[in-house]
């Protein structure tokens, strides 16, 4: 099938951006996937996975990271790779999405910076009128990143914001990573398992993570 962009920064939630990729491939789809330089700081800290000091090593970590099922659907492309083919507004991918996305990646995009890949894919998107999901975490919010937010809405892009809910009757940590990456996939149109739909007051929560979210 086709092609996501996925734009991993230095923002807390790289649990989200794993399960996202899983995602997206599980759903039949490539992944073009770009971690910003704080980003390869994150990804050490957060989940072990050791991407150098601006991502040249992520490549390399790929297949240990997420399997070599999923690695072998994701291109690796470094953030200073702004003539890669992801950043032109040629490339017909089916969308970008920046997942975690910090607060200075999110208002570097509302201001058009275009200051490495991440940032200029997400420009494209915005000039191209395409598909443009951004996940951000940060709390609380300041008015600056409430005014970016809402300058990239009225743009066109989604502020989905990793603020999972607990109603679905969450277990674990996957649960309510879960529930974040699943309304991302929705919002992308990409068929997915990995969390459970409302059914309703009256019905008992339904066993979330019934479908692992993978494994490497
Ligand atoms: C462990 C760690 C966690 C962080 N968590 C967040 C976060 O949740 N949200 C955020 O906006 N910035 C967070 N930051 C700060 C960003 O990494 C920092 O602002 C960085 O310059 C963002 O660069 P980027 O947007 O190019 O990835 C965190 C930094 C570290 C080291």
């Known amino acids: 099938m086709g ?6 920064t230095g923002a807390s939630g790289h649990a989200y951006a794993e399960a996202l990729v899983r995602g997206l491939v599980t759903g039949g789809h490539g992944v073009d996937l770009c971690l910003t330089r704080a980003g390869a700081l994150v990804i050490r ?5 050791e991407a150098g000091e601006r991502g040249e090593l992520l490549a390399d970590s790929l297949e240990g ?4 099922e999923i690695a072998a659907e994701v291109k690796v492309f470094l953030p200073e790779e702004v003539g890669a083919p992801p950043s032109s507004g040629t490339a017909m991918g089916e969308g970008a999405i920046l997942a975690p996305c910090s607060m200075g990646t999110l208002g570097r ?3 058009g910076f275009s200051s490495n890949l991440v940032e200029r894919v997400a420009d494209v998107s915005l000039k191209e009128k395409r598909r443009l999901v951004l996940v ?11 005014e970016n937010m809402a300058r990239l809405a009225s743009m066109g892009a989604t502020i989905l914001p990793a603020m999972p809910g607990f109603y679905h009757g969450p277990k674990s940590i996957d649960d309510l990573v879960g529930h974040v990456v699943g309304k991302v996939l929705d919002c992308v149109g990409v068929d997915h398992r990995v969390s459970t739909r409302w059914s309703g007051l009256d019905e008992p929560p339904e066993e979330p993570g019934t479908e692992p979210l993978g494994e490497g």
């Not at 092609?3 to 991993?8: P, Y």
């Not at 951000?136 to 409430?146: A, G, N």
């Open 136 to 146: 951000p975490r940060e709390t609380p919010l300041s008015q600056i990143h409430l």
């Open 65 to 68: 990271w997420l399997g070599a």
């Open 109 to 111: 995009v509302a201001a």
């Open 45 to 49: 800290h957060e989940l072990g996975v």
């Open 3 to 8: 092609r996501f962009f996925v734009g991993i």
